[in-house]
């Protein structure tokens, strides 16, 4: 399952991972985000021990949304080492979340 990231938790769970961190930003209204929701939580379950994949629901963690420009939604953002390496926006399968993911 995936990690709800707030900005209490990003630092521990994004930033000081060891392991690749994939973040999805959405929101419970948008339907695209809907539609990749159950697509980032089966990569959850397939990555686990290889990656970290975690949400990030941008109507409770503005600040976070803000912090990385966060202008479109679903968006989707690849941590390697606690910076950004990839950025996705829009839906996807989840061959190509896996793949940005490198893993």
């Given at each position: ?50 990656a ?30 606690g ?14 979340l ?6």
């Amino acid at each position: 399952m995936a990690i709800a990231i707030t900005k209490e938790n990003f630092k521990s769970v994004v930033l000081e991972s060891s392991e690749p961190v994939l973040v999805d930003f959405w929101a419970a209204w948008c339907r695209p985000c809907q539609m990749l929701g159950p697509i980032v939580e089966s990569l959850s379950e397939e990555v686990k021990g290889l990656a970290v994949v975690g949400k990030v629901n941008v109507d409770e963690q503005a600040e976070l949304a803000n912090q990385f420009r966060i202008m479109s939604i679903p968006t989707v953002l690849v941590f390697k080492g606690g910076k950004v390496v990839n950025s996705i926006i829009g839906v996807r399968s989840k061959d190509e979340l896996r793949k940005a993911l490198g893993v």
